[in-house]
């Protein structure tokens, strides 16, 4: 297999932020860019050299894409695998379908995990009312219910006995009558995530843990290097590489870990792409997670992803937006904060319409850096 190098054409399924700052980071390297996206002003729109209209099932769209592509990947893990299949007619998709095809389903993803031995909080599949009642009374206490396929941000989650009075029954009507999955609540010490590369010829590097904060089942904030112990680390570090190790990944892997009160480790879910817990790997190490994605697809050699200065990212959700646009002058004006936009012009309540960013002496004082810049805003 030989490397796919500077001045090739990188296609993309999915033209939002990740797929922009993977732009961004391949156009640096020299490469040349088309994007497909439903929407023709996506936020990629501004930085690639095509952008084909097309949803995330238009086979026929996808096939445009790869036709002048040397190489095509993805920035969102919903994209129909008829189209991943009429892409790889004319292109290398890396990840593959196969991996999609796990990924992409809750249940098929938990089953895949469950059959390998990798450790997952209590869960039952739903596929009926009656089903997804049982599966509660079985949990007992608190759940989570989360569809099978879609979601992301919390969305297509529906919570069960956290002091409002939804039940099991709810749940399916509020869901769309689909399967879906029934988690356990678990108390949580913290949430981390560990992203992995691979590349076709099958060296792999994973980045340090980054250490996440979510509100109201968003990402609110994130930090690099992760604060949890060395032994932590080391576990979830194997864990990453192994799960990635058993797909024979190609391109990125995010594996989302809920560190629990009881000093258990177990895997949340799976995201084969950049991810939002990365962004501060642009800052925080020698290599970003943007531009690992295009040496991992091009089948380069894979950079090194050692912590240069801890950084953290705080979330700008399209709320902020609602009264007045963001004070960004003052933000600035905090030591070692900068300031990323999406260029996405429609703001909306929970819309990720871009990220602070903030360097620090300690991981702490990166997290305390960005979330006093967020409150200037
Ligand atoms: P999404 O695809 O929206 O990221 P997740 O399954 O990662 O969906 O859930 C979003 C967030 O909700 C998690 O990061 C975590 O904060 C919270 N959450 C989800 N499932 C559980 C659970 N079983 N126990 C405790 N918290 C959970
Ligand atoms: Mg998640």
Redesign the pocket.
Known sequence: MSAILPGATIGILGGGQLGRMVAMAARSLGYRIQVMDPDPSCPARFVVDACFEGGWDDARAAADLARGCDVVTLEIEQISIASLEAAAKFAPVRPSAELLHVIQN?IRQKDWLRERGFPL?A?HAARSAQDLEDAVAQLGG???V?SAHG???????VKIGFGDDTTAGDAWILLGRQPCVV??????DR?ISVMVARSPCGETRSFPSAT?H?ER???AWSVIPSLISAEVETRAQKLACEIADSFTLEGLLAV?M?LTADGDLLV??L?PRPHNSYHASERACVTSQFEQDVRAVCDLPLGDVSVVQPAAIANLLGDLWLDHPPHFDRALAVPGVRVHLYEKHQPRQGRKMGHLSAVGHTPEEAVERVLEAEALL
Do not use: P, T, V
Not at 151 to 157: C, I, L, P
């Open positions: 809750r909080g869960w608190r759940c989570f989360k979601g992301y941000d919390g969305r297509s989650q988690e356990k609540a678990l108390d949580l949430e996440n979510h089942q968003i990402l989302e809920f949340n879910e995201a």
